[in-house]
């Protein structure tokens, strides 16, 4: 299976689907550009999809939403904030 992650003008993930190996591959090799042309021209969606890998072999990792997408790097990041710890308080 081929994922894609939908970016919004701001590089960050909005959504991610999932398209059939057989509809992304041209003489058999998979090929980005044909699941870009499949998710416009069969699915009908809009939008900046970039293709991503789910076993996290390309573009720096899987793209989840809420990851940012840089170009000129052409990774994908969570830079999103991460939750403080809870610090155990001792009763006494």
């Known amino acids: ?3 894609f992650a939908k970016i919004d003008n701001n590089n960050i993930v909005e959504t ?3 398209i059939a190996n057989k509809d992304i591959t041209i003489n058999g090799e998979e090929s980005e550009q044909a699941g ?3 998710i416009a021209n ?3 969606l809009e939008g900046d999809w970039i293709q ?3 076993n996290g072999n390309s573009r720096g990792g899987y793209a989840g939403i809420g990851h940012t997408y840089n170009k000129s790097k ?3 990041k969570d830079l999103r904030p991460k939750p403080e710890p809870e610090i155990p ?3 006494q």
């Open 1 to 3: 299976m081929a994922h």
């Open 16 to 18: 991610v689907i999932v």
């Open 36 to 38: 870009k042309d499949f």
């Open 42 to 44: 069969v699915l009908k």
């Open 52 to 54: 991503t890998s789910y």
């Open 74 to 76: 052409d990774i994908f």
């Open 89 to 91: 308080r001792i009763k």
